[in-house]
């Protein structure tokens, strides 16, 4: 691994700060992800495994090990405490991917990566069964930590099903607002940003303020990744997001677009009460109303806060490549297609 890693740190060397590819620099790093993950997917019941190493081996970007990785480097991380960080790397990912089990199963949702979603497929008992895996395989994998990091972990697990159940309370709620969406995200994508960012800093030995800021990092790049998201969710295209266009408005969900589009327009707020979007006529007026690129445009300038707060962060970071290839990674999750 390590020749391998020194090869990509100098071919990122050759880059231009601007072109850094935080994926290159901790290549051989996220290699050793993706081996133990698929190794860990496997179970002596073989249902289990299918749906496992369908939703896993199927994409994703593996944006929270490739963050993991790079705060754990950025932190002055060494080869000789390596595994530490890619364990919790794939601890994270496994929790990740349960909760995408159980996401369609409560959305009901077909789709998931332009394919049918493992509910579609495989059923509800059977999914949320093997959800349920995934998270017991994360703990497996990180219970030999110190009990402060798996605290962590839990937390972060605590808070994503209080989003969950928070995100269900507002559905269909016009009075939801941009602080109750705030609540809901920060709880439901940005705790495991903010998690990763606090375990990785830890392994690498950094001191207790560059673990703070770590940690800040996390939720500030979960929040804007969360925010353009949900703008991709209206404006698509379905073979770009991997699933129907519109599927947060369809189920209900509060989402940026939504909350500031409700606020502001009163069709648009009686369209989204009370599943009203029920019919096609309806929700394709909803759909345009989302689209206005005044809306559009003030959605995207709440995700770009959370962008400048987080390269703010990076200050508190020594720097390296891997510091800038943070700044990359943050900078991609605003310039995502929208």
Same mark, same amino acid.
């Given at each position: 691994?390590?020749? #391998? #890693?020194?090869?990509?740190?100098?071919?990122?060397?050759?880059?231009?700060?601007?072109?850094?590819? $935080?994926?290159?620099?901790?290549?051989?790093?996220?290699?050793?992800?993706?081996?133990?993950? #698929? !190794?860990?997917?496997?179970?002596?019941? =073989?249902?289990?495994?299918?749906?496992?190493?369908?939703?896993?081996?199927?994409?994703?970007?593996?944006?929270?090990?490739?963050?993991?990785?790079?705060?754990?480097?950025?932190?002055?991380?060494? *080869?000789?405490?390596?595994? *530490?960080?890619?364990?919790?790397?794939?601890?994270?990912?496994?929790?990740? =991917?349960?909760?995408?089990?159980?996401?369609?199963?409560?959305?009901?949702?077909?789709?998931?990566?332009?394919?049918? =979603?493992?509910?579609?497929?495989? &059923?509800?008992?059977?999914?949320?069964?093997?959800?349920?895996?995934?998270?017991?395989?994360?703990?497996?994998?990180?219970?030999?930590?110190?009990?402060? !990091?798996?605290?962590?972990?839990?937390?972060?697990?605590?808070?994503?099903?209080?989003?969950?159940?928070?995100?269900?309370?507002?559905?269909?709620?016009?009075?939801?607002?941009? *602080? @109750?969406?705030?609540?809901?995200?920060?709880?439901?994508?940005? =705790?495991?940003?903010?998690?990763? &960012?606090?375990?990785?800093? @830890?392994?690498?030995?950094?001191?207790?303020?560059?673990?703070?800021?770590?940690?800040?990092?996390?939720?500030?790049?979960?929040?804007? +990744?969360?925010?353009? %998201?949900?703008?991709?969710?209206?404006?698509?295209?379905?073979?770009?997001? &991997?699933? $129907?266009? &519109?599927?947060?408005?369809?189920?209900?969900?509060?989402?940026?677009?939504?909350?500031?589009?409700?606020?502001?327009?009163?069709?648009?707020?009686?369209? +989204?009460?009370?599943?009203?979007?029920? *019919?096609?006529?309806?929700? %394709?007026?909803?759909?345009?109303?989302?689209?206005?690129?005044?809306?559009?445009?003030?959605?995207?300038? !709440?995700?770009?806060?959370?962008?400048?707060?987080?390269?703010?962060?990076?200050?508190?970071?020594?720097?390296?490549?891997?510091? %800038?290839? !943070?700044?990359?990674?943050?900078?991609?999750?605003?310039?995502?297609?929208?």
């Amino acid at each position: 691994m390590q020749a #391998k #890693k020194e090869k990509a740190v100098e071919s990122a060397r050759a880059l231009p700060t601007a072109q850094i590819s $935080p994926v290159r620099l901790v290549e051989a790093e996220l290699a050793a992800v993706e081996h133990k993950l #698929k !190794l860990l997917l496997d179970s002596n019941e =073989s249902l289990i495994a299918e749906i496992c190493h369908y939703l896993v081996d199927g994409g994703g970007k593996r944006l929270r090990p490739t963050f993991i990785l790079l705060v754990y480097r950025a932190c002055g991380g060494r *080869d000789e405490t390596l595994e *530490d960080a890619v364990d919790a790397a794939i601890a994270l990912e496994l929790i990740h =991917s349960a909760t995408l089990l159980h996401d369609d199963i409560i959305d009901r949702g077909l789709l998931r990566r332009g394919k049918p =979603s493992a509910y579609a497929r495989y &059923g509800f008992g059977p999914t949320l069964i093997a959800g349920d895996y995934l998270f017991c395989r994360a703990f497996e994998l990180c219970g030999r930590f110190q009990e402060h !990091l798996v605290r962590t972990a839990a937390q972060a697990c605590i808070q994503l099903t209080e989003g969950e159940v928070m995100e269900g309370r507002f559905r269909h709620n016009t009075a939801a607002t941009v *602080d @109750d969406y705030l609540a809901v995200i920060t709880r439901k994508t940005a =705790s495991l940003f903010a998690a990763g &960012g606090r375990v990785a800093a @830890d392994l690498a030995g950094a001191p207790k303020r560059t673990i703070e800021a770590a940690a800040k990092l996390g939720t500030t790049i979960g929040l804007a +990744f969360q925010m353009v %998201d949900d703008l991709l969710d209206i404006l698509g295209p379905e073979e770009k997001i &991997g699933k $129907p266009v &519109g599927s947060d408005l369809r189920a209900g969900i509060p989402s940026l677009p939504v909350v500031l589009g409700v606020e502001r327009n009163p069709e648009l707020r009686t369209l +989204f009460q009370n599943g009203a979007l029920a *019919d096609r006529t309806s929700f %394709d007026r909803a759909l345009q109303l989302l689209r206005d690129p005044r809306l559009v445009g003030e959605a995207r300038a !709440l995700a770009r806060r959370q962008v400048d707060v987080a390269r703010a962060l990076l200050d508190e970071l020594a720097p390296s490549m891997y510091r %800038d290839g !943070l700044a990359t990674l943050i900078d991609e999750q605003l310039d995502r297609e929208v």
